[in-house]
Each structure stands twice: as C-alpha cells, then as structure tokens.
C-alpha cells in the first residue's frame, strides 16, 4: 500500500486550528497556575476584592505557622489566602475554603459552599473548634455581616482568630472577638475606598516589625 499524497492528508482550518491552540493553553493553566490568584476573575457583585500577591504571601505565611506543623486551617471568604495556602505546596496543612461563590468548588472537598447568612450552616464532617486558626474576610462592611461572620469564627476555631476587615469594624470587632488591631497593613489588587486592616486575638509576627 502506497504513501498518501500531501493533498490526502487533513487539514485543519484556521478556525479550528485556532481552538484547538486555545484549548491546550487552557489546559496547561489548570496544572502549572491550578492556585495561581488571578485564575478566577473578582465578582464585584459578590464584595469580591483580592489580595495583592504580597498580602496573600504574607497571610498565609502567618496562618501556616499560627497553625503549626500538621495543622488546620478555615479559610473564611478569603480565597486569595487559601489559593496562596495551597500554591506554597505545604501538603502537611489541612485546608479548607468556606466561599459563597462556587466557582471555587473546582477546588474538590477542600471547597465548602458558605452562607454568611447561614453562619453555622455546615456539613456533618465540620465539627466544631476543628480548626487551629481562623481566617476570615466578611465580604459586607456591615454590622449585620461581622456578627453573623464571627458566629461561623468561633464555631469552627480552637482558639486563634485573623480577621481582615475595614478599619471602621475595629469597634465591633474587639466586641464580637476579642481581636486587636495590628500594625499590617494588608493591600488590594485594586484601590478600595476604606481602610483595610487586620485583627489577631494572638501574639502574631503581623504585629511586630511592620
């Protein structure tokens, strides 16, 4: 049987050469960038602001060692700090992002739909005071969604708490937590029009040297 001629052999148009390419770029980002903080687009509807690269760097390595060595970690309404969490290969952490927005859910088990509404909404294998730190981000500068937040945050911490809120919540914060201001000032992919600031219930790194 004889060779087929160069007419014989497929090809593909522009079109669909053009998807194709596109199709393995795509691919090639869900592995090598699966954690990378840009995946997933900020959803203003949903309060959604990220993290600069160098707050969420600098978060998770506070809850990662706030945590200890084989600890857990909640991630509340703050998928910037779990999506650094898990892009530093720290495999010995337990992990877990409580998100409104499900897109999130790629993530697999470590995904937890949550509901600031429903703050202790939560399935059977989240028990309570499972976690070695708490943090969490309320998604509204409201009264209303700081307490029902905080609700969720002493349900599922041990003990130590990382609250990143906006400066005028520091009032109710310290009332519904027991938390402090500290001297790290986090930043924002985007300029927000408050000020943004963390609260700790421990003796942190983030207080000190800043």
Same mark, same amino acid.
């Given at each position: 049987?004889?060779?087929?001629? !160069? !007419?014989? /052999?497929?090809q593909?148009?522009?079109? *669909?050469?053009?998807?194709?390419?596109?199709?393995?770029?795509?691919?090639n980002? =869900? @592995?090598? +960038?699966?954690y990378?903080v840009?995946?997933?687009?900020?959803?203003w509807?949903? &309060?959604?602001?990220?993290?600069?690269?160098e707050? *969420? $760097?600098?978060?998770?390595?506070?809850?990662?060692a706030?945590?200890g060595? @084989?600890?857990?970690? *909640?991630c509340?309404?703050t998928? &910037?700090?779990?999506?650094?969490?898990?892009?530093?290969h720290?495999? !010995?952490?337990? /992990?877990?992002?409580?998100e409104?927005?499900r897109?999130?859910?790629?993530? @697999?088990?470590?995904?937890?739909?949550y509901?600031?509404?429903?703050p202790? +909404?939560?399935?059977?294998?989240?028990?309570?005071?499972?976690?070695?730190?708490?943090i969490a981000?309320?998604?509204?500068?409201?009264?209303? =969604?700081?307490?029902k937040? &905080?609700?969720?945050? %002493?349900?599922?911490?041990?003990g %130590?708490?990382?609250l990143c809120?906006g400066?005028?919540?520091e009032e109710?914060?310290a009332?519904?937590?027991?938390?402090k201001? =500290? %001297?790290?000032?986090?930043?924002?992919?985007?300029?927000?029009a408050?000020?943004?600031? =963390?609260? $700790?219930?421990?003796?942190s790194?983030?207080?000190?040297?800043?």
């Amino acid at each position: 049987m004889s060779d087929l001629e !160069d !007419d014989d /052999v497929p090809q593909l148009s522009s079109h *669909a050469l053009a998807a194709l390419q596109e199709f393995y770029a795509e691919k090639n980002q =869900c @592995g090598g +960038d699966k954690y990378n903080v840009g995946r997933i687009e900020e959803n203003w509807q949903l &309060s959604q602001f990220w993290y600069s690269q160098e707050t *969420a $760097l600098h978060l998770a390595k506070e809850v990662t060692a706030a945590a200890g060595e @084989g600890g857990r970690v *909640a991630c509340v309404s703050t998928p &910037s700090v779990y999506l650094k969490l898990r892009e530093l290969h720290r495999e !010995d952490l337990a /992990v877990h992002l409580f998100e409104y927005d499900r897109r999130f859910s790629i993530y @697999g088990e470590e995904f937890i739909f949550y509901d600031y509404n429903n703050p202790l +909404d939560f399935p059977v294998n989240i028990a309570p005071h499972s976690f070695d730190i708490v943090i969490a981000d309320p998604p509204y500068l409201s009264e209303e =969604c700081l307490r029902k937040t &905080s609700e969720t945050i %002493k349900y599922l911490t041990q003990g %130590k708490i990382l609250l990143c809120t906006g400066a005028v919540m520091e009032e109710e914060a310290a009332k519904l937590l027991g938390v402090k201001m =500290c %001297k790290f000032i986090p930043k924002h992919t985007r300029t927000l029009a408050n000020e943004f600031r =963390c609260y $700790l219930n421990y003796d942190s790194q983030l207080d000190h040297d800043m």
